[in-house]
Structure formats: structure tokens, C-alpha cells
């Protein structure tokens, strides 16, 4: 083939392989690789190549992107990484001031500072509560290890287990008279496998799905992550 | 709302010494990067999981710094991540599910869509590659296909627009629109060759 019917095949071959030919185009593309049966290897050739042209165009626009900002949640996440892999203190950020004056200072000063912070520690605590869903009902292996992960994961909640999903539904729905304090409810659902939270902080409604795919330890990792972001003064 | 920033580039060095405000400003850099492609494997099937697969994503490259010789190059390497790491969570999801019995199996869903040009999200032919290798071909694409190139293929492949919609976008002769995708699809093609488990791959295809 000539340079021009060249161009033209690859045309042709292209709106067949998106599905964008006419009839009439695609009756000419049959009748080229009628006439030219080598052309079928190279028809074939150029769909797996879009199909690599497929995957990899959104990864190289993605090394471009400038758009969207790291959850301020995952910042904390990220450097315990980094203190982890480089085996030392994160260097500080802002000169610190220690001296035998400033301890003096210190001393005398924290007592007052402890006192007030307990206070104030304690109102910006989330009231956190644990349902856990198990449509198979209690005789189901591993539910005792999943709660202890939970209760590990959030010490101060209470957990409780139901067996229909309407018992949770109605669970959900009520909330804990003490609306000074976020209150988070965090529903397990073993069935689905998916770990929900579902929270109530200074009036506004935070909600996120984890799936936790084998892996609860990793889904209440993420969890968590999400409940300090979110409750945080 | 997304929101568009220029930065400059975070220093290697105090990225292998463990900096934290270094670490800091490469996060916020490599962040959009790790994101996009997360939300382009998984934004359909698994969206709950994209978010995560992006921290992942960043918390993998921080083991990474002494393999590259630019700090550029952990752009292509978050991307490299992000698509492995969202590759096997579909693979992981859906072989749970087919044990499960629950869904339909990715064969079925690749027979509802009928359409070759459009692999399942977990079946791509960049899955085979390792982390180091795409990273590889993302660093030899973004030379060697030029910008204007990219943004037709991409139009055509990705957006789906015609000849037609294309040649008016970009102000070319629609004569022109198969040329540019002609010398892109080239360009993947040479450069691909260069990764023989791609090359296998697209060989399997071809069979």
C-alpha cells in the first residue's frame, strides 16, 4: 500500500476499534483486509496498542495533575512513615526553648496548665460507639477477635452486636444525649465487609465507608485516622 | 473544588535524610498524582477505596528515594504505585466476591459491556509490569510523546470525541487528527517494545 491508503487503513481501523465507523467505513475496512490479508495482523496489532494507549494516557495526565490537596488526616499518617523508614525523630519544626529558666518557668506554670487541659480534653473527646452486624448471627467464627480489635482500637467505646440489620438501623438513629462533644457511631458490618462510621460534630454530618477486605486491622487503621480528623479541636 | 497550586520542587537530599517539612511539601507535590490515578482505576468499581490506595501510595514511596536520580522522577513512580496497588484491590475484591458468590464475574461484566477496546479495570496489560518498569515507560512516554500528540490521542482514546470534534478542539485539518494519532500510537508502541512483559502481553492479545 501506497503512504495515503496507509493513513487511510489506520484511520479506518482506528473508528472500528472505538466504535466510532460508519457502515460505509466499516464495509471498507473488511474490504481492504479482504484485499490485503496481512493487514489483519496489523489490524490486530494497532488494537492492542490502543488498549495499551487506553491504560496508560490517564497515568501520564496523572503525573501532571496539580489538582487536589492531601486530607489533612493522612499528613500524620505519612510522617509516622517517615520517622519509621529513617529511624530518627523528625527533625522540629520550630526552635525549641529549653533552658534551666524556661524549666523554672515551666514547673510553676504546668500544674495550672494540666488542670485546665484535663478539662478541656475531655469535652473535645468524641463519644464513640460500636455496633457490630452479623447476619449469620453470634455461632460465626472470629467475632470475638473482631470485637477485641475494635475495642482496642477505641478503648473508651461501647460495643454491641446485633443480628438483624434493623436493629442497627434503629441503633443508628439514636444518638447520645450529650451534644456538647462529637459523638461518632462506627457500625461493623461483617456480612458486607465494611466498616462504617457515621459521625455528628458541631452540627455538621461526617460519614465515610471503609471495605475491609480480610484485612480489619488495616479498615480500623483508616477509621480511626478518620475519626481524629474529623473530631479534632 | 479542585485547586490548582504551583510548588517547587521538594530537595532529594533532605528527602533522604528523613526532613519532615521536606517530606511535608513532597507529599502535597506527589498527592495530586497518586490521587488521579487512584480515582481512574478504582473511581467505578471501588470508590470508597481510593483515598486510601493514595496514602498507601505515598507511605510506599517514602522507601523509595534512593532508587531515583531526580527527585521528578517520584512523580512517575507515585503513578507506577497507585496503579499497581489499585490493580490488586480490584483483583483482591472481585476474587473474593467470585468466591463468594455474590457478583457477577469480571469475565460476565466484560461480556455485558461488549466492547474489546475497554479492558476490565483489573485485566490491563501495564499490571505485568513492575513498579520500577512502568515508572520506566511513564518517564520514556512523557519525552517521547509530545504534548500536542498526548492531547489528541487522549481526546480520541479517552474522551471518546471524533475525528471531527477533535480537528475543531485543537484547530487542526481533520487530515491532520489520524496523522498526530498515528505518531502517538507509535510512540507507545516503541516505547513499549522496550518491556518485553508488555510486549508479551500484547503478543497474548494478538493470539
Known amino acids: ?233 | 473544588m479542585p485547586v490548582s497550586r504551583t510548588m517547587t520542587l521538594p530537595d532529594l537530599k533532605a528527602l533522604r535524610r528523613g526532613d519532615a517539612d521536606a517530606w511535608d511539601e513532597a507529599f502535597d507535590w506527589l498527592w495530586p498524582t497518586a490521587f488521579a490515578v487512584a480515582r481512574s482505576k478504582l473511581q467505578e468499581l471501588l470508590p470508597a477505596e481510593v483515598e486510601d490506595v493514595a496514602i498507601e501510595t505515598l507511605e510506599a514511596l517514602v522507601e523509595k528515594t534512593a532508587g531515583v536520580a531526580k527527585v521528578e522522577e517520584l512523580k512517575s513512580l507515585a503513578a507506577s504505585i497507585a496503579h499497581n496497588l489499585a490493580v490488586s484491590r480490584l483483583r483482591e475484591r472481585f476474587a473474593a466476591k467470585r468466591g463468594a458468590g455474590k457478583t457477577e464475574s469480571l469475565e460476565a461484566r466484560q461480556d455485558v459491556d461488549g466492547n474489546d477496546c475497554e479492558p476490565v479495570a483489573a485485566e490491563t496489560p501495564l499490571a505485568e509490569l513492575g513498579q520500577a518498569e512502568l515508572a520506566e515507560l511513564l518517564g520514556q512516554l512523557q519525552r517521547d510523546l509530545p504534548a500536542p500528540q498526548r492531547a489528541v490521542v487522549a481526546d480520541f482514546f479517552l474522551e471518546g470525541l471524533s475525528y471531527e470534534q477533535i480537528a475543531t478542539k485543537h484547530g487542526l485539518a481533520i487530515g491532520s487528527v489520524g496523522v498526530y494519532l498515528k505518531r502517538g500510537l507509535e510512540a507507545i508502541r516503541r516505547q513499549g517494545a522496550k518491556h518485553p512483559k508488555l510486549l508479551k502481553e500484547l503478543e497474548a492479545f494478538l493470539r
Open chain 1, 1 to 233: 500500500m501506497n503512504s495515503m491508503n496507509d493513513q487511510r487503513f489506520f484511520d479506518l481501523a482506528m473508528k472500528v476499534i472505538v466504535r466510532q465507523s460508519s457502515d460505509a467505513e466499516r464495509r471498507e475496512l473488511d474490504a481492504l483486509l479482504a484485499g490485503h490479508p496481512e493487514l489483519k495482523t496489523k489490524f490486530e496489532q494497532l488494537r492492542g496498542e490502543a488498549r495499551v494507549a487506553k491504560e496508560v494516557l490517564p497515568l501520564l495526565a496523572a503525573t501532571e495533575s496539580s489538582a487536589g490537596e492531601l486530607p489533612p488526616y493522612a499528613r500524620e499518617r505519612l510522617q509516622t512513615k517517615v520517622r519509621q523508614t529513617f529511624g530518627r525523630p523528625v527533625e522540629s519544626r520550630r526552635p525549641v526553648l529549653w533552658g534551666w529558666r524556661w524549666a523554672v518557668a515551666f514547673a510553676s506554670a504546668s500544674a495550672v496548665i494540666v488542670l485546665v487541659w484535663v478539662g478541656v480534653f475531655r469535652q473535645s473527646q468524641p463519644v464513640i460507639q460500636i455496633a457490630m452486624l452479623d447476619l449469620a448471627g453470634p455461632t460465626r467464627g472470629g467475632g470475638a477477635a473482631e470485637e477485641e480489635a475494635l475495642r482496642n482500637t477505641w478503648k473508651a467505646a461501647t460495643v454491641e452486636s446485633f443480628s438483624k440489620a434493623s436493629e442497627v438501623e434503629a441503633w443508628e438513629q439514636t444518638w447520645p444525649a450529650e451534644a456538647a462533644r462529637p459523638q461518632v457511631k462506627i457500625i461493623y458490618d461483617r456480612t458486607a465487609g465494611e466498616l462504617r462510621v457515621v459521625g455528628r460534630v458541631k452540627g455538621r454530618t461526617v460519614q465515610r465507608t471503609i471495605l475491609v477486605e480480610n484485612d480489619l486491622a488495616r479498615a480500623l487503621r483508616v477509621a480511626d485516622d478518620f475519626v481524629r480528623e474529623q473530631t479534632k479541636r
